[in-house]
């Protein structure tokens, strides 16, 4: 697939989404301090859910199908390892970032689904 074709791709699925990331905590006279929330951010992200055959290659027992793929064409949003990402009423964490800018043009996410 050349890089036209994914961009197409990809820039059919895009939907709006908030993007939420918190300050790392710290350990203030021996107690821990969870860190405070920053402004959310929106990005456009294509969101695509894991398939069955996705969860079995993936490690035994961490993902589901209801666990996505979120695709970012360029790398507008500066998006990090446990960052929330809200799509509608469900919020995902990433759990892995694989850079394909040099050969697609896009960063692809791995997302678990959070369950409140």
């Known amino acids: 697939m050349s890089i036209t074709s994914a961009y197409r791709a990809l820039n059919r699925l895009h939907q709006s989404v908030t993007i939420q990331r918190k300050n790392s905590g710290s350990y ?57 990402i809200t799509l509608g009423l469900e919020t995902f964490v990433v759990q892995d970032i694989s850079d394909r800018l040099f050969d697609g043009g896009f960063l692809r996410y791995l997302a678990k689904k959070e369950i409140v």
Do not use: C, H, M
């Open 28 to 84: 203030v006279n021996g107690e821990w301090v969870p860190g405070s929330t920053q402004p959310s951010l929106v990005a456009k992200l294509a969101s695509v859910p894991l398939t069955p055959k996705q969860v079995q290659t993936l490690p035994e027992g961490q993902y589901t199908t209801q666990d996505r793929f979120f695709y970012q064409i360029g790398n507008d949003v500066a998006i990090q390892k446990n960052d929330r």
